[in-house]
């Protein structure tokens, strides 16, 4: 889950996985869940860049991920 300013909505959320753009979601679609399932085993560094339209800001989380 991620922690945005009250009161903001979502325009595009880009999801980076290890430095790679793996999905773009735009409007509506911008509260889809991600699947880290076909993702080779290792350390994933994922890193989610949000664009909020009511203050025009950029939100940037990043989490990583032990899989296997």
Known sequence: SLKLPR??????????????????FQGKQATANISLGNLPCGKATTVVVIAVTSSGKTVRQSHKYHLC
């Open 7 to 24: 009161g903001t909505k979502l325009t595009k959320v880009t999801v980076k996985v290890n430095g790679k753009v793996i999905s773009v």
